[in-house]
């Protein structure tokens, strides 16, 4: 088999529908939607998809701008996973957009390979990766768990193979205190907010103490009504991250106690809320990984195996730990440009932004024509990532 040329006829087809594929992408971008409400942008990707040939199932796992989008139906079967939520106030300033434009892009460039070598290619869309983790409620519900690999590519700052991602959750604080005036009997108050400025005061002691790419941080939402009166509530909102599962338990219970330690200080009665979405550290498929480094050459991208830079968290990880998986990261903005910045959502409109997106396709397309074309090396993927659980 001519793996190469295989190679060749999936670069031709992206630059076949590089108009169609930037049209796509700026069109989500233009229409910013918030997690689970990204209805135009599923709507997008989806007729894209049906045009070209695939099967879709709209509002999977019980989620209306959820989709699957299928073309073939052999094994292996290989999901390539799209993104389309966007930022509050800041709109595509995570990339999403060019996410969701390379997935579509790569899956319908993956035809030719799958009509000559069989094996089946998937788009899966999973809303609302900011903040409600949408990859975790799908994976809960079966959406992956028919297939053999899944991957996906994110715009950055840095060309990397591999992506390092945090353990994450979410933790919702309130306290509940008593009102006085503030001048004329503040002695018969309870202040809420003392107790969430003392809550961060431990904070910033405990960080001196965690290990190293544990993160802790959050905001006031709420601090009181009026500078004279004693607030009487104080709410606040903050994200845990540690590398692994085990060391994020060990985190929240010191964290937590840090409020704990203020409520009893203050007299102000503590409530909380651990949130219900766990985001599990990403597990990189070194083999996969490795593929699509190999893939970026010819682009013209040379990119390292092992990333060093930035740490985040994402719903990919929770998909990492079902199936062998992958999230690079792709340049596509200058380094001082960092993501979640109205900088970046500029560059996420930009021909560099759709450069990107295009060169992501191109190597995704030239990862499945690797996979479909060679059963030892999915073989190999498996073997990683089952060493790896085990």
Not at 22 to 51: C, M, W
Not at 132 to 142: C, D, I, L, P, T
């Amino acid at each position: 088999m001519d793996i190469k040329a295989l190679k060749d006829s999936v670069i031709k087809e992206v630059e076949a529908h590089r108009s169609r594929l930037r049209d796509i992408s700026l069109k989500i971008h233009a229409n910013p939607e918030l997690g689970f409400k990204e209805v135009k942008a599923s709507a997008l990707l989806t007729q894209y998809l049906e045009e070209n040939g695939f099967a879709i199932e709209r509002g999977i796992c019980e989620l209306p701008t959820a989709f699957q989008g299928r073309y073939g139906n052999g094994k292996p079967a290989i999901a390539i996973l799209a993104e389309y939520d966007a930022l509050p106030q800041l709109g595509h300033a995570c990339g999403h957009n060019l996410i969701a434009g390379c997935a579509v892009g790569a899956a319908v460039a993956s035809k030719p390979a799958i009509d000559k070598c069989g094996g089946s290619v998937l788009v899966i869309g999973t809303p609302a990766e900011e903040f409600y983790g949408g990859k975790v409620v799908m994976a809960e519900r079966g959406a992956f768990d028919n297939i053999d690999m899944a991957m996906m590519v994110h715009p950055g700052a840095h060309d990397t193979a591999t992506t390092q991602a945090l353990a994450c959750i979410t933790l919702e604080v309130e306290f509940f205190g008593k009102a006085a005036h503030a001048a004329a009997s503040p002695e018969t108050g309870i202040n809420a907010l003392e107790a969430m400025l003392l809550s961060f005061a431990a904070i910033n002691a405990l960080r001196q103490h965690v290990v190293d790419k544990a993160r802790i941080h959050g905001i006031i939402t709420d601090g009181g009504e009026a500078p004279n009166v004693v607030p009487a509530h104080s709410a606040g909102s903050f994200l845990v991250r540690a590398e692994d599962n085990a060391y994020l338990d060990e985190l929240k219970e010191k964290v937590l106690n840090c409020f704990v330690g203020a409520a009893a200080a203050t007299g102000a009665r503590l409530e909380y809320q651990w949130g219900k979405v766990l985001y599990a550290p990403l597990r990189n498929n070194l083999t996969l990984a490795e593929l699509f480094r190999q893939n970026m050459k010819p682009l013209g991208r040379e990119m390292p195996l092992a990333s060093s830079g930035r740490v985040g968290s994402t719903d990919m990880g929770n998909v990492s730990q079902i199936v062998p998986g992958i999230h690079p990261t792709i340049a596509v903005a200058p380094e001082e440009v960092v993501i979640h910045s109205p900088e970046f959502a500029e560059v996420a409109a930009s021909e560099a932004g759709i450069k990107g997106m295009l060169d992501a396709a191109k190597a995704l397309a030239m990862t499945v024509v690797d996979l479909i074309a060679s059963p030892e090396t999915v073989t190999k993927v498996k073997e990683e990532f089952d060493q790896a659980s085990s």
